[in-house]
């Protein structure tokens, strides 16, 4: 059974009245957000498509206009006023991924990216400090934006070891991830939390999702999602989202309705409705992960296996960090590039895509495609392939990969 450690199950609020401490992730997926439907006298989701919303008086929505587009929440008396500012079927799915993530609160965004680039201009926009420190690798988008300073920020890239040897007196931010994109590196979130001191940390949470590893309670400022991923899990919302403490969450809203980058109501309702499969989805993707890994690990093309655990865990990140492995992993091939080329063209299950965390099972080349902005001296080696594993009977996936490695 997945449960929550107690340090993230004593930050985490109420569900349907119940103590949190006796309910398990499996349950609070199924019920999260879900609180005030019954008085709407409805079951299921409700989504709010409204782009406008009626006004009571100038003043109060004056007042409410004012409360959101700083940050904050409507007024009660104000009104939503405009769904760039505040979607109700968006503020329930940040409320739901919230409790999972054991976090105060979270803000939704039409992207990873977008959540990405609010994260970077709500900590480096207003304050002077345009520094940041990042241990590779990084999901190739995070890597670009940083690389390209379009933000006007400049990035300092060191190993795990080395974060607090880094930071200077302008560093606005750290940015890490763990399982990192696409060789599963794993990054000691405790230990770069201490090393970081009062600069705030973003934990790039997409690979684990909140069943796995729940960074604010490790210490962590930020845990990020590329909601795209195992939070959608079916491979039809573009989706990011981040949670936090509700300080953190007002300026990052802030700039989210002066940018522009809140998520569709109809990606948070397709999200929230996810969440409730999400711990199932997870466990299922992982026991076959781990059945595919071994078998990898067993096959002559096959130089290197990349997956969580299988270098031994030098750091005991396992069991202590991570409550578990993960569904993604990735080969090292002995013919290389042309080896991934033909692996790539002959799957006939995996379907040869980028972007994972589905209950289908993806494949691609991640120097080729995802990490190609990447400055080919850190870019992953041309014979590493990538593998998102989903739902599928795990004997059929591994026919598949052995007529096409064959
Ligand atoms: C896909 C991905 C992103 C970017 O998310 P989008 O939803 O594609 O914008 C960020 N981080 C990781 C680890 C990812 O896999």
């Known amino acids: 059974m997945v449960s929550h450690g107690a340090a993230a199950a004593s930050t985490r609020p109420n569900v349907v009245g119940m103590r949190p401490d006796d309910l398990h992730i499996d349950t609070i997926a199924v019920h999260t957000g879900r609180d005030d439907l019954a008085a709407l006298g409805v079951h299921a989701l409700p989504i709010d498509l409204s782009t406008t919303n009626p006004l009571p008086d100038i003043e109060h929505g004056g007042d409410s206009y004012e409360s959101m587009a700083t940050g904050g929440r409507p007024l009660p008396d104000g009104g939503m006023v405009y769904a760039r500012l505040w979607n109700p079927t968006v503020a329930r799915f940040e409320k739901a991924l919230a409790e999972l993530e054991g976090a105060e609160t979270a803000v939704a965004f039409a992207s990873g990216m977008a959540a990405t680039t609010a994260m970077i201009l709500a900590h480096t926009g207003t304050t002077g400090t345009r520094h940041i420190v990042a241990v590779r690798p990084l999901y190739g988008g995070t890597d670009h934006l940083l690389e390209s300073n379009l933000l006007g920020t400049a990035t300092t890239y060191c190993e795990q070891d080395e974060v607090g040897a880094s930071i200077r007196d302008d560093t606005a931010l750290v940015v890490i991830e763990t399982p990192a994109n696409p060789t599963l590196d ?3 979130i405790a230990a770069v939390v201490a090393q970081a001191g009062d600069v705030p940390v973003v934990v790039d949470n997409t ?44 300026r990052l809203r802030s700039v989210r309705a002066i940018t522009g980058a809140i998520l569709h109501p109809l990606g948070a309702y397709l999200l929230h409705r996810g969440l409730a499969t999400l711990p199932l989805r997870i466990r299922a993707q992982q026991e076959n992960a781990r059945r595919i890994a071994e078998w990898l690990g067993t096959q ?43 692996l790539t063209s002959k799957v006939r299950l995996f379907e040869h895509a980028v972007s994972l965390g589905g209950v289908d099972s993806l494949i691609q080349h991640p120097a080729a495609l995802t990490h190609r902005p990447v400055p080919p001296e850190v870019r992953p080696s041309a014979e590493v392939v990538r593998l998102s594993i989903g739902i599928e009977n795990v004997d059929d996936l591994v026919a598949d990969l052995a007529q096409a490695l064959g």
């Not at 796995?212 to 930020?222: C, E, S, V, Y």
């Not at 296996?305 to 030098?314: A, E, L």
Request: proline share 4%; net charge negative.
């Open 207 to 250: 690979f684990a999702t909140p069943v796995l590893q729940n960074p604010i309670a490790l210490g962590a400022t930020m845990s990020l999602h590329s909601a795209t991923k195992y939070i959608g899990g079916h491979g039809d919302v573009i989706a990011g989202v981040i949670a936090c403490d509700e300080a953190t969450a007002t």
């Open 300 to 342: 002559s093309a096959v130089r290197q296996v990349y997956y969580p655990g299988v270098d031994g865990d030098p750091r005991g990140i396992i069991g202590r960090q991570m409550r578990g492995t993960g569904a993604m992993l990735a080969i090292g091939l002995h013919g290389g590039y042309a080896a991934a080329s033909e």
């Open 186 to 188: 794993l990054v000691d």
